[in-house]
């Protein structure tokens, strides 16, 4: 029987800022050399947050060279839009970034209505905003509950996902489904907030930060989790605007750029938050943004029940907002409007706008062109995933493949967004 | 800083780049010249504080308006308290060229994000250089333009299809591509 000899296993330094590597910056090739192998990660691998595709070439255990492709679920939203009317567009944008799906729609709605200029009464605002940092938290407890599982920390997830469902049981008290709820619409919102709700929210609230509390005990300081994640995937700020990192994968290294804050847009201008900044750049600080985010949305969901102004949640410009049930039996005109809004749709005016929101993951922008048609001449996502996962391979080179895949799970990329 | 500084202090910084320039609904929107995109480009994120690429965006303008009639309104929407302004046909400006790519900058730091738009038109067959050496990420912006509208970015580093499987035929976003009816992957598979 003889023995193998291992060789050593490579000493890899601690918190070395990626650097951009030449060519092509979203690829490093592997130095040529012998004894390489090149190992294919997907598209179906459970730690690649669905279906991503990594092509690795090692050295032993250490990855040198990656590439990673993606489109597995491109499912054509974009050209889907352009054959529908704008109204029949809004149940499409949550499906693309399933997890943060209220992000979505307000994106493509509030792109939609700049363009028509449609007003929207404040306490629709109030109530999207509301929403919209609910849906924060949803996108925050799911990237803190898969991230932990790859880690092998199962407990974790069951957790995580306890106060998910808690927010979706809200989502569902509201808009009578539990995502993809079609629930912001142009002018506004659906409906007003349905009775109870107040109570619900404030009990879930109250509740809230001891979570977070308690996710902050059983990892932040936990000697596992940090040393699987200190100094991982570490992207200085400088390389980081480069390469187009936004949200908390920006502000882990030390950029306050939140366009909450820089472009306040609903009523982020009214509400008093943090903007939560780290400043290794590793997914440890990245980590830490989206948990202590946590709490800063807590805090606007507060207010937001404190100071919602009363009032319509419906704009009633009737030329482009659907006429109250009851109406339909007694005007001639509102019966008119609700056939031509509902089988032709509403024309908005010719030109192109770019709209970005504060998604969970960072900058969610709609571009949008009109001919000045029914349809949308052409819509384009900037969807922050898509550009977040261009940064996986420099974050990943000359790390141990475990560490790939911690890199992969804190820039919380979701695929259906990246391909749409 | 208005459009139209803006505009001058690019075309002093680059002759001839800039060929026309307007206000834009959302951004102050610089139409350039494809020769001098990557001159335009370095300026702006040396001299300008735009390091940061929001978004690479490409436009088929084939067809663009054909299908519009009656459009009921003034040039900036509607002006509900006069009704007058109603029913009055409009066209649409016609394009300059088949296809628009359009690059989305904002300033990332301090002060505000002064988000500004490029914009360079194109005809079938020609090809813009790529921006990739400014802005990395414009990376897989570029090649997702590429594969989906057929835009070519010379110079690109990796230029392959992204989002399509690479033995896919056609750019799906462009307008005559067709919809519905045709023969797509795996019809024949059984």
Redesign the interface.
């Known amino acids: 029987m003889s023995t193998v000899e291992r060789p050593p296993a490579p000493v890899l330094p601690l918190y070395e800022p990626a650097k951009?590597p030449g060519?092509?910056?979203?690829?490093v090739d592997p130095p040529p050399g012998a004894d390489l192998i090149t190992v294919n990660f997907g598209p179906n691998h459970p730690s690649t947050h669905g279906v991503l595709r990594l092509i690795v070439t090692l050295d032993g255990e250490v990855v040198v060279g990656l590439d990673a492709?993606?489109?597995y679920v491109?499912t054509?939203f974009?050209?889907n839009f352009e054959?529908k009317t704008y109204w029949k567009g809004i149940p499409y944008s949550p499906r693309m970034d399933y997890v943060a799906f209220f992000a979505n729609e307000l994106a493509y709605v509030g792109a939609v209505e700049?363009?028509?200029?449609i007003d929207v009464p404040p306490r629709a605002q109030w109530i999207r905003m509301l929403f919209a940092e609910l849906n924060r938290i949803h996108s925050h407890l799911i990237y803190l509950g898969t991230s932990a599982v790859e880690m092998g920390a199962l407990s974790v997830f069951f957790y995580c996902l306890r106060e998910r469902d808690s927010v979706l049981d809200l989502f569902e008290m509201a808009t009578g489904v539990r995502m993809h709820d079609r629930y912001p619409q142009f002018g506004g919102v659906a409906e007003d907030l349905p009775k109870g709700f107040y109570a619900e929210c404030r009990r879930f609230l109250a509740e809230m930060p001891k979570r977070i509390d308690e996710y902050l005990d059983l990892l932040a300081g936990n000697p596992v989790w940090k040393s699987r994640y200190q100094g991982i995937g570490t992207i200085d700020a400088e390389t980081a605007?480069?390469?187009?990192l936004s949200g908390p994968n920006?502000r882990g290294s030390g950029?306050p750029?939140d366009?909450r804050r820089?472009?306040p847009y609903l009523a982020y201008d009214q509400v008093q938050f943090d903007v939560i900044t780290r400043d290794k750049g590793d997914a440890y600080d990245r980590f830490m943004c989206r948990t202590l985010e946590m709490y800063e949305s807590v805090k606007i969901v507060e207010q937001c029940l404190d100071s919602m102004p009363s009032g319509p949640v419906m704009s009633d410009?009737r030329?482009y907002v659907l006429p109250p049930r009851h109406e339909l039996h007694t005007s001639m005109e509102s019966l008119i409007h609700h056939f031509k809004l509902v089988t032709e749709g509403f024309?908005a005016?010719?030109?192109?706008?770019?709209?970005?929101i504060e998604s969970p993951r960072g900058?969610f922008?709609c571009?949008l062109?009109s001919?000045?048609?029914t349809k949308p001449?052409?819509i384009?996502f900037?969807a922050p995933s898509?550009?977040s996962?261009?940064s996986t391979a420099m974050m990943s080179v000359n790390r141990y493949v475990g560490d790939m895949i911690v890199v992969v799970g804190s820039l919380d990329g979701v695929m259906g967004e990246a391909?749409r | 800083m208005t459009t139209d500084e803006l505009a001058a202090a690019v075309t002093k910084a680059v002759p001839e780049s800039v060929t026309a320039h307007e206000d834009g609904l959302d951004m102050p929107t610089l139409t350039v010249a494809a020769a001098k995109l990557v001159e335009v480009a370095t300026y702006l994120r040396d001299k300008q504080g735009k390091n940061f690429l929001s978004a690479v965006s490409a436009v088929d303008y084939l067809g663009y308006g054909d299908d519009v009639a009656g459009y009921f309104g003034t040039e900036r929407g509607r002006d509900v308290n006069s009704p007058g302004s109603w029913g009055s046909p409009m066209t649409v400006a016609a394009p300059a060229k088949r296809f628009a790519v359009r690059y989305h900058l904002a300033h990332v730091g301090d002060g505000p994000t002064d988000r500004v738009r490029l914009q360079v038109w194109l005809d079938d067959g020609e090809e813009v250089p790529t921006v990739v050496g400014v802005w990395p990420t414009a990376d897989w912006h570029e090649r997702e333009q590429y594969d989906l509208m057929g835009i070519v970015f010379t110079g690109h580093p990796n230029l392959k299809r992204l989002i399509m499987p690479t033995d896919w035929a056609g750019h799906p976003l462009r307008k005559d591509y067709p919809i519905g009816g045709e023969p797509v992957q795996f019809t024949d598979a059984v």
Do not use: N
């Not at chain 1, 060519?23 to 690829?27: E, L, T, V, Y």
């Not at chain 1, 700049?114 to 200029?117: A, G, M, N, R, T």
């Not at chain 1, 005016?349 to 970005?356: K, N, S």
């Open positions: 951009i060519g092509a910056p979203s690829k492709d993606i489109g491109h054509g974009e050209k054959q700049k363009l028509i200029e605007i480069a390469m187009g920006l950029v750029y366009i820089a472009e410009d030329k024309r005016p010719p030109g192109q706008l770019y709209h970005p900058e922008g571009y062109v001919d000045g048609g001449w052409r384009h900037r898509f550009v996962l261009q391909d």
